[in-house]
Every structure is written in C-alpha cells, then in structure tokens.
C-alpha cells in the first residue's frame, strides 16, 4: 500500500464515521440546535468523500450551497423564532417513536437491499478531475439545459413566495371574522399589516 | 510549468540522493510548505497588529506603541502572552461545548484557505482547479462559528451580533463571489495561478485592475465587510452590542477571533492582490528586463532573484492594501444594519451583475484584451 492509499483509507474511514455519527445526531438529539450544528459537520464530511472521489468542484459546491448557505439559513430560522417552552409530556409518545423507528429501519433495509442487488454499471473511466469543471459547465449548456433552468425557475418561485409572505400585504396573519386559536400562533409579537400601517401613517400626514 | 524553481523537486532529489526511498522523501516534503505557511500566517497578524495600533496612533496624531521592542514592534506579542495567561472563563449559563467550538470553527477555514494563496509560480502549496472558488466556499463556513458562539454564549447581545454577523456575510458574499467571477471569465481557470498569469506580461499595465475597475472596488468592499472591518464591523459594534459575539470571550477563545479575524483580513488583502493586482508580478515585468539585458529565463541566479522578488511583490502589494484597510478604519463612521444590507442587496449586487454582463460582453468583442 503506497502513501497515498494508505492516507485515502483512513480519511475515508473518519469521514464515514462522521457522516454517520453527525447524521444520527441530527435525528436522535433533543436540542434542535445541536440537530442544526450536526448537520453542517455532515455536510461537511460528506464534502469530503467528494474530494476522495477527485470530484473537487462538486466538494466546493457541497460546501458553499449546503454549509454556508442552508445550514446557515436552518440555524438563523432556528435563532429567529426558537424560544424555550417546556413541552407538555404526551401520554403514549412512545407509540410514536417505535412506529417511526420501525419505518426508518423498513426503509433503510429496503434502499440496502437494492443497493446490494442492483447490477451497477461502474464506469472504467479514469475520473476527470480537474476538467471536472469544464465538463460540468458543458453539460449545464447543453443536454442538462432544461433542468438547469428549471431549477433556477423553482428558485425563482421560491423567492418571490418567499417576499410576498414577508411583506404580510396580500395574505394577512389572521383571517377576517375568525380568531385564530391560541395552539397555532407563533411565539412572537403579533404584527400590524403592512398596509394597515401604510395608511394610518398616510392619514398622519 | 517549466520557469521558475521546483523546491519540491530538487528537495525530493537531493533526499533520494541520501538514501532514503522516494516515497519517504515526499511525505518528508508533505509537512514543510504547510508548516512555513501557518507561521508566515501567524507572523502577519504581528505585523498586522503592530500596523494598526501604529496607523491608528498616526491618525489621532498620538505616538502609539513605544516601550515593548524596537519602535513598539513586540506589543503584539505581549498581548498574546497577556491573552494565553488570562483566566478562560466559560459563563455559568453558556453552552460549554458549542462555547468551545465557535471560536476554533471561525478560525479553522480562514488558515485553511492559504492553500490557493500563490507567492510564486511554484510557490504555493497546491495548485488545485477549483483554486479561487475553494476560498469562497471556506469563507462562507465562518458564519456557522459566530452563529455557534453568538448562541452559545447565552447572552442577547452575543446573539444578536452573531445573527448580525451572519446576515452580513451571506450578503456580500454573492457580489463578492460576481465579482470573482468577472476575473475568472477573463482567465477561462478558477486556479489562483493561472489567474495571475493571465496578468503578467506587460508589468503593471496588464494588471486586472485597468480591466476590471468596477470589480476591484466591489471585491475590496465586499471584502472588508466579510472580515468585520470599519465601515462594516456592526456584529461587534460597541456601542449597540458590547461586543457581539464575543462579548463574553476571555482569554485565548478571544484570542481566536483576534487571530482569525486578522489572518482574514491578510489573506483578503492576498487574494485581492492576486485577482486584481498582478500577484507575484512586478510593475515592470522582470522576464522582460531579462530579455532586454540578454540573461535566459532560466539562468538559476536569474530565477532566485525573480522567485524572492515575487513572494517580496505580493507580501508588499497586500501590506499596501492592508494599509488602506486600516487607514478606513480609522476615518471612517460604523454605517447602519440597514443601511449595510440595503448597500449589499440593493446596489453592490446589481453593480456586481451588470460587471460580469459588460465583461462577458467585452470578451466577445475584444478577446485580445479579455481574454478569449
């Protein structure tokens, strides 16, 4: 064994052991911030094993989008609205979490025995590393056009769904004529519309 | 790949020479760049330190550091050691461990982005395709660390600071990451290398800065928002938030922020260097020179001079810009959070699109000049 696979071998191992252990922890623990945390180090690690595969472009990508843009935005989502409230306990809870756990283990040997069962057609073809970035663009202008821009369109969508329900000005927080029951309000001051608002300050004037 | 020196060839040689197998011989090499890199690193927050509190001093027309070493030159290390031997006291209420790992996590991405930073053709530590595009993806994992010890801290203030420091950075990172892309347009490589020989050639008049006005200033602002400097230092700003979130940091998990957000501001200065200022090129070509007075480019004493002259080329270029960083400092007022995200949404981003249109439109029409 040369250096090199020597050093593949045990970082392939830690990254492994850190993309499972992080990735249990994002599902097992209590503390939905340490949930969010973990989930940046599985991104993290998982990252890594795109580096094992010479895929350095995509490693970067890995980072940038899910490491510092989601993670950071699930953790400011988190800090923006967490706040501490004892949690009534559940009489049965427990019914819940063994039918959960059940699914999840269905699941899991499903996808492992497909995994195991499919003929994969492994390409003999030496990776293209660092012309991995070319190939990629290439294939974003070309044949993977229309779900490129269609990726981008969902983006799209996303934004603007995402400012007309931060301006508060079309939909407001709480239907006419209906009180909304206390169980569904989140835990922060109720607002005025942004058209309420507008106008009281315009008659001001 | 010829010019220049190979120190990683003739090191490998000369330990095969003794005996010793070629394998050995490399992981003997391995080490030896990253190591000099981490302490060329360190040293530059000594200087950087001594360079603020002297610049600052010249600005408010006081004398500044005078008593520890030659001209105040060792107060930065008396305040290292002042900081090691300082009590590290983890607040009663804090998260313990979340209190530890902020800091580290902030400091961990900024030294691992000195791999991409070129001081010669050779001389840097790899060489990687994706080069410039891994630094935006390191700088983009430093908000996680203030998040982590904004919250950790248990404190509103800390909190606050940290949610502000995140906000900030994702927001300059995109017209900083345009305005990586506009170069990268011109140099047809996202590696630090190439980009900077795109540049050379034609000495200081081929320099990405004539080519890309618009761009430099949009990458330097850009970046002295992502290191927390004046005008943009609103995570920390005393006099709304104590300190942010490092409120309730002592001793050396302070020091880390200290030493991250020093380095960072180094290593932006580098980078701007890199993309806009020529890198290791000097003003006037040196190969040039060379040609003009008849030596060969690959005369040894010829090569050593042009070696030692880059790394003297970049560390000059970027101490400059350093300078002005710390001259804004200085004369500048703190800008509102609102007024900060309006400027990065509102204008560095629409500026930033319109760059990379224009130069994209310029490499059509004129693939001489950029790049083809």
Known sequence: MTLAEGVQLVAFGILVAMTLGGALGVVLLDNIVYSAFLLGGVFTSMSGLYILLNA?????????????????LILFGIMLVNKEQPFTPMKQAWVGKVATGGVCVGLFALLTASTLNTPWAISTEVPSGEMATVAIGIH???????????????????????????????????????????????????RELVSSVSSVSDTDS | MTQGIDLQGSFVNALVDLGLPAGAAKALWLPLPMVVILIGAT????????????????????????????????????????????????????????????????????????????????????DIGVGIFLWIALS??????????????????????????????????????????AVVLMSNSLSTIDIVNQQSGYGILGWNIWRQPAGFLIFWIAALAECERLPFDLPEAEEELVAGYQTEYTGMKFGLFYVGSYVNLVLSALIVSILYLGGWESPISVSWLASLIG??????????????????????????????????????????IDQLLDFGWKFLLPVSLVNLLLTAALKLAFPVAFGG
């Open chain 1, 56 to 72: 350095g472009f995509v490693a970067a990508a890995q980072v940038l989008v899910y490491v510092g843009a989601v993670s950071v």
């Open chain 1, 140 to 190: 974003f202008f070309t044949d993977y056009l229309l779900p490129f821009e269609l990726a981008s369109v969902l983006l799209l969508i996303a934004l603007i769904g995402a400012i007309v329900l931060a301006r508060r000005e079309f939909i407001p927080d709480v239907a006419p004529g209906e009180a909304e029951s206390e169980a569904l309000q989140l835990p922060e001051r109720p």
């Open chain 2, 43 to 126: 040293v530059s927050i000594f200087v950087t330190v001594w360079l603020e509190r002297k610049i600052s001093a010249a600005a408010q027309q006081r004398i500044g550091p005078e008593f520890a070493g030659p001209l105040g030159t060792l107060q930065a290390a008396a305040d290292g050691i002042k900081l090691i031997f300082k009590e590290d006291i983890t607040p009663a209420k804090a998260d313990p461990i979340l209190f530890t790992l902020g800091p580290a996590i902030v400091v961990i991405p900024v030294f691992l982005s000195y791999l991409i930073v070129p001081f010669g053709q050779n001389l840097v530590i790899t």
């Open chain 2, 140 to 181: 983009s994992i430093a908000p996680i660390g203030l998040l982590m010890s904004g919250y950790s801290s248990n404190n509103k203030y800390s909190l606050l600071g940290g949610l502000r420091a995140a906000a900030q950075s994702i927001s300059y990172e995109i017209p900083m990451a345009l305005a990586v892309l």
């Open chain 2, 295 to 336: 030596v060969s480019e690959t005369t040894p004493w010829l090569q050593v001079i042009t070696a030692s002259l880059g790394i003297m080329m970049t560390l000059f270029k970027a101490y400059a810009l350093v300078f002005i960083a710390v001259l804004l400092r200085w004369t500048m007022p703190r800008i509102r």
